[in-house]
T-cell receptor, first 111, second 114 residues
Framework: SQTIHQWPATLVQPVGSPLSLECTVE??????LYWYRQAAGRGLQLLFY??????ISSEVPQNLSASRPQDRQFILSSKKLLLSDSGFYLC??????????FGSGTRLTVV | AQSVTQLDSQVPVFEEAPVELRCNYS??????LFWYVQYPNQGLQLLLK??????LVESINGFEAEFNKSQTSFHLRKPSVHISDTAEYFC????????????FGTGTRLLVSP
């Protein structure tokens, strides 16, 4: 069966520090991968999606970047965090169009 | 482009009462529709989905949703809620064709009290 792992679960980082959040999927090949951010009291905003290794599409201009070094690995990064980067980050995957499976999320607090 | 509107940010209800969480969508093409549930500090879990066929879809824990194309709605209902149903519920839509990209509503917090 397919599973998705996302870590860490919580993270507190100072402003200006780098960020790396990792997401891996098991039990499927060539999945579509997604990074969403959920800010307090707001819905989910799609940040990046990827249809294959090295293929990244950005939905909104921001302080973050994404990479897909392997088929089932999706990484969210920042060189210098801003206070506004705080939020709940969710990784998700889909295969053939009938919905996403989400990871358990990472709560990022930038202080 | 698609969009989703969840008009109710919060719905308080007593245990064993019925509930309806409203969802309306906008799209120029045919769509898939989804409801996800999120418990505190957790990821989203798929509750139910409409892809095709019967317009009434059900989940294993008693929720149901009906796709109404003329009203562009996909409201979520449960005839009798439990305390454990307290969570945030998100409606989402994606286009039938092309790359699947889910667009989410802003969510409705369901608060069930005894």
């Amino acid at each position: 069966s397919q599973t998705i792992h996302q870590w860490p679960a919580t993270l507190v980082q100072p402003v200006g520090s780098p960020l790396s959040l990792e997401c891996t999927v098991e039990g499927t090949s060539n999945p579509n991968l997604y990074w969403y951010r959920q800010a307090a009291g707001r819905g989910l905003q799609l940040l990046f999606y990827s249809v294959g290794i090295g293929q990244i599409s950005s939905e909104v201009p921001q302080n973050l970047s994404a990479s897909r070094p392997q088929d089932r690995q999706f990484i969210l990064s920042s060189k210098k965090l801003l206070l506004s980067d705080s939020g709940f980050y969710l990784c998700a995957w889909s295969d053939h169009g009938d919905g996403y499976t989400f990871g358990s999320g990472t709560r990022l607090t930038v202080v | 482009a698609q969009s989703v509107t969840q008009l109710d940010s919060q719905v308080p209800v007593f245990e064993e009462a019925p509930v309806e969480l409203r969802c309306n969508y906008s799209s120029s093409v045919s769509v898939y529709l989804f409801w996800y549930v999120q418990y505190p500090n957790q990821g989203l879990q798929l509750l139910l989905k409409y892809l095709s066929g019967s317009t009434l879809v059900e989940s294993i824990n008693g929720f149901e949703a009906e796709f109404n194309k003329s009203q562009t709605s996909f409201h979520l209902r449960k005839p009798s809620v439990h305390i454990s149903d307290t969570a945030e519920y998100f409606c989402a839509v994606s286009e039938l064709r092309g790359f699947q990209k889910l667009v989410f509503g802003t969510g409705t917090r369901l608060l069930v009290s005894p």
